[in-house]
């Protein structure tokens, strides 16, 4: 009866304040069930091993700036291990942020494409200019680096005409908008050997973010959902165009193996 008496309370405050529905929706366990429903994926995306798919060679990642948003280091080694692995790597980014993803790939790929909110954009949804002007620093002066300043919901994806070898989804990460993002990557941008990559789909490298992986597995096509992964030691999800072996997130991950991290100040030119 307690129980009962909470719903009501609940579907009240909704009816009055319909926006904390977002608030609802979003919980963890809301979005776990759905994906356990409908996918039975109980422990998130099976897991392959990071030097799988990035190798064992040691990867600089440059530039990097430990500051707020970014991704992790091990997140660009992956990309960057990947772009080096296409010749003539055509790359495709959405979300920009500073820049460091395109930049870190730019240095090994043929062609570089990064979608994101315009700064007048970012303005007008209530960011300060500071944070708005802090978006493509790292990019912004690199020949081979194409900055478009789009919303992705009216971006013209039919009208790029050209398909790219590696793809990274890192805008925003609600549900409608990673669903609607990756539905137009696979629509317009890949080909039979892409691979698509998509940041924050774990809280951290032992966490899956079940929202943002419902929002994949309905964005994507359903014949391409058996080669889609979790890659260790990441933040990110990856679809390849072959079968991996991958194995189920244990918590907590007894490491198989460690990284040696080098770090070095490099200042920015003024």
Known sequence: ???????????????????????????RSVWETYVINHYQLTHGLPVVPFTQLAGEQPVSVEPYAFLEGGSLPTDLCLLKSLAMQIPDCRYFEIGTWRGESVANIAAVAKECVTLNLSREEIRSIGYSSEYADAHFFFCQSLPNVKIIEDNTLHFPFH???????????????????????????FSHLVHDHSIVVWHDYAHNPEMPRFEVLAAILDGMPADKRA???????????????????????????????????????VSEKA
């Not at 009962?4 to 609940?10: A, G, P, S, T, Y």
């Not at 009208?159 to 609607?180: A, S, T």
């Not at 260790?232 to 194995?247: E, Q, V």
């Open 159 to 185: 009208e790029v005409n050209e398909k790219f070898d590696l793809v990274f989804i890192d805008g925003d990460h609600h549900y409608d908008m990673v669903r609607h993002d990756t539905e137009k990557v």
């Open 227 to 265: 080669t889609l992964y979790h890659v260790s030691n990441t933040l990110c999800a990856i679809w390849y165009p072959k079968t991996l072996k991958g194995n189920t997130l244990q918590y907590p991950h007894k490491p198989l193996g460690h990284f040696r991290v080098k770090l070095d100040w």
């Open 1 to 27: 009866m307690r129980k009962f008496r909470k719903l009501l309370k609940i579907i009240g405050l909704i009816i009055r304040q319909p926006w904390r529905l977002n608030s609802v929706l979003e919980e």
